[in-house]
């Protein structure tokens, strides 16, 4: 009996073309592992071709819940964002799709595991460090690094000469990830990053020129720093990033042009539409803005951008992933509260900020001078934090 090797399969280009490849050259049983995400894709149809183009067997797995709560939610408590504006939909989504890739092949008894990702991105990396670390003895194939296909034309040209049916266009191909925290776009005319987007790229998000001309406002409730409900609503996990997506969306906030520092090396160019995960991020901020203390705050900081960079890596099975988990779930203990955020062509502003654990006091605040400040206290602080500037001073001036 031939040996079997499961596949991460989302029915594209890539990995459509990948089935009969690995039973040409490897003879291998190829199983489909399907990971829902909330890609918005025809399950069935993307079952459907997969047996078409030779997989012995599909497994789906509905991964929406997990992906939210095990992996994004921690993201959002840790304020991971990749160089200022990557919200890290793609990044988050690889290792929980990949460690189900994983279960499925011990389940269905497979030596080997294969992916669809280029030798040049970062994907390869979430993938397979995700394998190694939860299934070291199982085999990777990675047919990008293997095969001499060179191009997404050649790709086609293989699908053609097979009659695998894709979507690509080869006039404007564009690639493109989506899943319930965000869609990505990368290639077409973003290769070149001195050419705009086009309008046709967008595919969640209005243009602010189409957005409405009145402003919305939305409000969302967190408890220990998760989200949980929308304008008073409470929602179950996808639910919740469901609406908000189509709230964002509608008032053209999310949308994001970057160019990045990949994992291996190179700079590429994507654009990133995010709308409910933009808005999670911003009222998230506003109130550990008023409820986290001043050193944690600042500290928090560092975490996020660590965090962010070590998600963007493939590191999310490691231990210092959960040690950074640890901290931040510490952190977490009271962003209970409301956030409600203004929104208008792609504008997001504060409404307000409530929280029972709120650290913003009035009577500290105010210009009004009251009993809980006293402000001659002051001239002794400065004056300590002064001493070494003043002993700095004197030494100049002594050996001048």
């Known amino acids: 009996m031939p040996e079997k090797i499961v596949l991460a399969y989302s029915g594209g280009l890539d990995t459509s073309i990948i089935i009969p490849w690995l039973k040409e050259n490897y003879s291998y049983d190829v199983i489909a592992m399907v990971g829902d995400v909330g890609q918005g894709d025809d399950i069935e149809a993307v079952v459907e071709k997969a047996y078409a183009t030779g997989a012995s067997k599909v497994v789906v797995e509905d991964l929406r819940e997990e992906f939210l709560t095990g992996y994004v939610f921690p993201a959002l408590k840790a304020g991971a964002v990749y160089e200022h504006k990557y919200l890290l939909g793609t990044s988050l989504a690889r290792p929980v799709i990949a460690k189900h890739q994983v279960e499925v092949a011990l389940r269905e008894g497979a030596t080997a595991v294969a992916h669809g990702c ?6 390869q990396v979430r993938f397979e460090l995700t394998y190694q670390a939860l299934a070291p003895e199982l085999k990777i194939i990675a047919p990008w690094r293997e095969w001499s296909l060179k191009s997404r034309e050649d790709c086609l040209d293989y699908a053609e000469q097979h009659g695998i049916p894709v979507s690509a266009s080869r006039t404007k191909i564009h690639s493109r990830d989506r899943n319930l925290w965000h869609i990505s776009h990368e290639g077409g005319e973003l290769e070149d990053a001195a050419n705009a987007p086009l309008a046709t790229t967008w595919q969640l998000t209005k243009s602010p020129q189409d957005a409405p001309d009145k402003e919305e406002q939305v409000t969302i409730g967190f408890e220990r720093g998760v989200p949980v409900s929308v304008n008073g609503m409470t929602l179950d996990p996808v639910s919740l990033v469901e609406l908000l997506n189509e709230i964002g969306a509608r ?3 999310g949308r994001v042009d970057l160019v990045e520092n990949r994992f291996v090396g190179i700079k590429s160019r994507g654009c990133y539409e995010t709308p409910g995960g933009t808005l999670l991020i911003v009222a998230h901020r506003e109130l550990e803005a008023l409820c986290l203390e001043r050193e ?17 890596f493939g590191l999310w099975f490691t231990p210092l992933r959960e040690a950074l988990d640890a901290f931040v779930e510490s952190t977490q203990k009271e962003m209970t509260g409301s956030v409600t955020l203004s929104l208008y062509k792609g504008n997001v502003s504060i409404v307000s900020r409530e929280s029972e654990y709120s650290l913003y006091r009035t009577d500290l605040s105010s210009f009004t001078m009251g009993d809980s400040y006293d402000q001659k206290d002051a001239a002794g602080f400065i004056r300590i934090l002064g001493l070494p500037s003043r002993s700095r001073a004197r030494s100049r001036m002594e050996v001048v």
């Not at 280029?118 to 994907?123: E, Q």
């Not at 944690?296 to 963007?312: C, P, R, S, T």
């Open 118 to 123: 280029t030798g040049k991105g970062n994907d």
């Open 296 to 312: 944690v705050a600042h500290f928090k900081q560092q975490i996020g951008l660590k965090y962010a960079e070590m998600v963007y």
């Open 251 to 253: 008032n053209a906030v």
